[in-house]
């Protein structure tokens, strides 16, 4: 009961914070988020204080090295945190533009306008630059933002927290514009997907696991990806040293985010050529394969993928690859076991790449390049607060685009309806 | 567990046929829609006879006469159904359309271009011409359409839905790009609602608790508006014989709509010369008063508006009207009380209209015009599936363009990520 009331007073701050923010110029948001960035830098001291005390429990809590090193802050890493904001500051304003305009027959002016959403909550975990991240991109966009980070960096989020607020009040705008959960209660999530009069979007960033509680339980939208199946056909009219070049970069760029590679999709008539040299570099990148009947012919001792590779997102230098007889069977894999996220063809053939783009119903769909590019900063959106392939609203790599809505604005001269 | 399998197998079956629609020609979705609307016409007596039966069931259920009236088809019903078909034939294709280009300095050329969303689920209630209104819009979109009509109306749905089917059928496209839903037990919206994976959007039409009901359990995105409690603000600066045509118009011209006005805002300077005409005029059409102190004394006799009256959508022959001290007053009130649905200001002072537009978060807000404009057709939009008073993908009126989502086409030439 009294969580309930603590959260609902919080999310009844950031609703009136964001009618505050809604109104603010483009000129002030811009020099309130060079003000932030300049604090980062100069508050590094006390940032890196709180980092500390987060660092020791991370040890009694015995993570993993790679989510220490994740969770560190050090002052090149605030100095990378306030050089963002800065870049966000940069970027267009997305609010009052006018998506359209038109005239109607009887006088009435009518007009499409952007607004913000209102009050966005963000659930993710562990690297405490998410919290900056997300509150630049929520105040750019004129909306208040409820941010729940993980309990490991609940310290360092608090300080950067504190930054945006000290920030904020020099302003003269409400510090709930930008606020940390004050609890790490876990039934603290459970009560703020219920608050759909209060928050107008929910954006949950982790683990599949969590991700799936958030829908379930939310009753306002969500925006989500659940993971990244992503694969890579290279087609019989391939270019195969180009094909050798985007599925290797695909696989191993980077294992561990989720436009990454985890199967492979090859034309029976260019495996013999394609896969025996792939399966080298692999070896020797030490990426573990594992192939279907056909691909363990031309890759032997390789292991044999079952159904439940198919399905899986490794995150990890693993690659499942299967051989198929046509583009038509690539799709037909692509549509039972992707996810919607991105899918990349290799071919020379125009028709063929066509093909593919129409049939493949993924948020990215690519041609002759690697999946690695999906991602916002790529995509020249300067900035990027999720990824989403849910259809509704936003689909893909989102940018401040994703976190707007609009309204209607109808001018009359005293028109009434008949 | 016999209900679920039967229902997934409908929704999987939907899922396949969205994949044939999405990549229907343009000219082929017109050509199918204006043989529907023939269709519709010529199968006139069929459709008739399925309505006799429902009409039988409903003088049975002891409806209404207004429900009945609203469940009725007739030769002239129908033959407004089938034009209305046409109408939507004739609209521009949402499908396809490169929202926009650009080249990054890689050399990707990227391109968001619109798709369909894939399978939507419609839950409405009575009215047999909603059936053809969603099945069109669907179709012109794209879209597969599961519907989940009225009970009241089941044999009239069936034999709409049949005609879509027949012509479908000659078309080679799956009969299931239009489906009803086989059964009315209560249960079916339950199962449908966890079916994420397989329906993209659910949009509930109905009463209040149907879409309340409908947020809570469904696990993929809704959208809705639950009802609308539609303001209009009578300004110091008012017109006011334009003032009295607009607010007699947004109550009166039709009381049982969401965008009819249910409680007027007049500003104090202007209570003693607008009030007493307009209350005779509301008398006249037989609509009852109910207002606060102040209105109380301008109109002597009406009831005393209480909290309540505030937040109630009459939908009746009913108005509350608050007499308030300024436009922030107003604000106000149409913040805390208000379903940001549609809210009017009556004014000559463009600065005050400008605060009114920029405070007021409803999805549609007007100047000098009357509420009752806030609908597809008035803006022009062709048609409307519904309306949204969510802030997430559509808001406000919704036409073809809330059926659609997009997705990144990148086209390269080997580039790979460093």
Not at 175 to 202: F, G, M, Q
Not at 369 to 382: K, L, M, P, Q, W
């Amino acid at each position: 009961m009294k969580l309930t009331k603590q959260l609902t007073q919080l999310a009844e701050d950031s609703q009136k914070a964001s009618r505050v923010l809604a109104e603010l110029l483009s000129k002030k948001k811009r020099k309130l988020l060079n003000e932030v960035a300049h604090h980062l830098k100069r508050s590094a001291s006390q940032v890196i204080k709180a980092n500390q005390k987060d660092l020791e429990s991370a040890k009694q809590m015995k993570l993993t090295d790679a989510m220490i090193d994740r969770l560190k802050l050090d002052s090149k890493r605030i100095e990378q945190m306030a050089k963002a904001v800065s870049e966000v500051a940069k970027l267009d304003d997305p609010i009052g533009k006018v998506l359209k305009s038109w005239r109607r027959p009887n006088g009435l002016r009518i007009q499409k306008v952007t607004v913000p959403l209102g009050v966005i909550l963000i659930i993710y975990e562990s690297r405490p630059n998410v919290t900056s991240e997300c509150a630049s991109l929520c105040l750019k966009s004129g909306n208040a933002v409820l941010l729940r980070g993980g309990k490991e960096a609940f310290h360092s989020n608090q300080a950067i927290v504190r930054v945006y607020q000290n920030v904020l009040r020099r302003y003269g705008i409400p510090k709930a514009s930008v606020s940390l959960i004050p609890t790490l209660d876990r039934r603290a999530i459970d009560e703020l997907l219920k608050l759909e009069h209060l928050i107008n979007l929910v954006i949950p960033r982790g683990g599949e696991a969590l991700i799936r509680r958030v829908a379930r339980h939310a009753r306002m939208p969500v925006i989500k990806h659940y993971h990244g199946i992503c694969h890579v056909y290279i087609d019989r009219d391939a270019d195969l040293k180009m094909a050798l070049k985007i599925a290797f970069n695909a696989k191993c760029q980077r294992v561990g985010v989720c436009n990454a590679m985890e199967t492979l999709l090859v034309h029976k008539d260019v495996a013999s050529k394609f896969l025996p040299p792939y399966g080298q570099m692999l070896r020797d990148a030490g990426c573990e394969i594992r192939g279907d009947q056909t691909t363990q012919k031309w890759l032997p001792g390789i292991k044999k993928a079952t159904e439940e590779d198919w399905r899986t997102e490794y995150l990890d230098k693993i690659l499942s690859i299967r051989v198929v007889r046509d583009i038509d069977e690539a799709i037909r894999h692509i549509q039972t076991y992707g996810s919607a996220h991105t899918d990349s063809i290799v071919t020379r053939n125009p028709k063929t790449a066509r093909k593919f783009v129409s049939k493949v119903d993924s948020s990215s769909v690519m041609v002759n390049a690697s999946t690695r590019f999906s991602d916002g900063n790529e995509y020249g959106f300067g900035a990027e607060i999720g990824i989403s392939t849910d259809k509704v609203h936003a689909r893909g790599p989102m940018g401040l685009e994703g976190l707007v809505s609009y309204k209607y604005v109808v001018h009359g001269t005293g028109q009434i309806r008949t």
